[in-house]
Every structure is written in C-alpha cells, then in structure tokens.
C-alpha cells in the first residue's frame, strides 16, 4: 500500500524505515517539497508534486493534516494524483479544517471582535492564518471540498467524521 509524505525530517525518515521493515506491504515516499512553514527549501512544490506509484496500484492513501496546510492548487494536485493510484476498491483516509454552517461563525467574526486565533484571512473558498504563511494552517468551504472531490472523480463516503 504505497502512501506518499510531503515532511522531510529524520523523525520521518525513522518511522518510515521501521514500518516498512516490519510491514513490508507499506511503502513510503518521502518528497522534499517546499511549504512557506515547513520546509522553504524544499526541492519541488505540492502543486507539481508527481505520486511515484503506478496507476490503480494503491489500496489506501492516508493524509492526515496535511491538507490543513497546502493551498487550493497543492490540494487540486494531490486529488489529481491520488485518483488514478487508487486502485477499484482502493480508499483515502484525508484530514481537513472544514467550513460549514456550524464552523463558519466561528471564523468569520464582527470587525469589532478579537479575530480567530487560527483563521484570520479570507481567500473565498479557503481561510489562512497569515498570507505570509499561509501552510500555517489552511481551512477549506466544505462546498468546495466536495467539488474537487467531483472534479477529480472521488467521492466522499458519507457520513463524514467532524471532531478533532
């Protein structure tokens, strides 16, 4: 079950090594991407970033908080690429900050009141912390999200889990 990471680190590194060790099912591919928080050096981008593993190879793809920190076109890339890895009965497991009716007043508040500690910059569809930073953290129009899921020919297996 190949999964791609986008965090180059020795932390990374380890744990990939030693699961792959003992499961030799799972491979990992870590990618030395670049991220405004993370890893500005990065040797590529998560908006050019190709999965390395063949077309309907893939039985399950975990992402879990990195789309909190890419941005609308780094998303669109991965949706791309994890679509064709997939194979027919294959699934992703994929973390957002999602807007809705019940996050949304939290975020978008009075001008007289304190702003959101994590969400202070409205892009439309997705909210930043800072456009300085914007891989700080990253919250999506759950509207959107579905969208892309379409354009991409995913589906979202309902219900969908809220929660932390």
């Not at 409205?122 to 354009?151: I, M, T």
């Amino acid at each position: 079950m190949p999964t791609a990471a986008s965090r180059s680190s020795a932390s990374s590194s380890r744990i990939s090594n030693g699961a792959s060790a003992v499961s030799p099912n799972f491979h990992f591919h870590l990618a030395d991407l670049a991220n405004t928080t993370y890893n500005r050096g990065g040797a590529a981008t998560a908006a050019t970033y190709r999965f390395p593993p063949a077309d309907e190879s893939v039985d399950r793809v975990r992402l879990r908080s990195l789309f909190t920190h890419l941005v609308p076109v780094e998303v669109e890339n991965y949706l791309h690429e994890i679509s064709p890895v997939l194979n027919s009965g294959g699934r992703s497991y994929i973390t957002w900050f999602l807007l809705d009716d019940v996050s949304r007043p939290s975020v978008r508040r009075a001008p007289d009141e304190p702003s959101h500690p994590l969400l202070r910059v409205d892009h439309g569809v997705y909210w930043v912390k800072s456009d300085e930073s914007p891989a700080a953290a990253v919250a999506f129009e759950e509207d959107w999200v579905r969208a892309a899921y379409e354009r991409h020919g995913l589906r979202v297996l309902e219900p969908v889990l809220q929660g932390a």
